[in-house]
């Protein structure tokens, strides 16, 4: 079922959408209609059900940091000496 939809935005971004949306042969509807459809995809995966890229696999392990490693204290440490 489709349902209408009233949106207010700045006319320069209507423009440069609709633009965007004839060069690539799809109607405005259709893509805010395919991102609102990506963002509530996205929201709804789990970071524990996103498969990993070979790369991130292979990358994933080579630091071994230490159970106790405070990043923030040294994210904080390098801030001080950067803008000393």
Do not use: C, F, W
Not at 2 to 28: M, W
Not at 46 to 59: A, G, N
């Amino acid at each position: 079922m489709e349902t209408r939809l009233t949106l207010k935005l700045n006319e320069s971004v209507i423009e440069k959408a609709k633009e965007y949306a004839k060069t690539h042969n799809i109607s405005l509807s259709k893509m805010v209609e395919q991102y609102l459809s990506s963002i509530v995809a996205k929201s709804d995966v789990s970071p524990k059900e996103i498969e990993l890229t070979p790369l991130v696999k292979e990358l994933s392990g080579v630091i071994k940091i230490p159970a106790d490693y405070d990043y923030k204290k040294d994210y904080i440490d390098y801030l001080e000496k950067k803008y000393q």
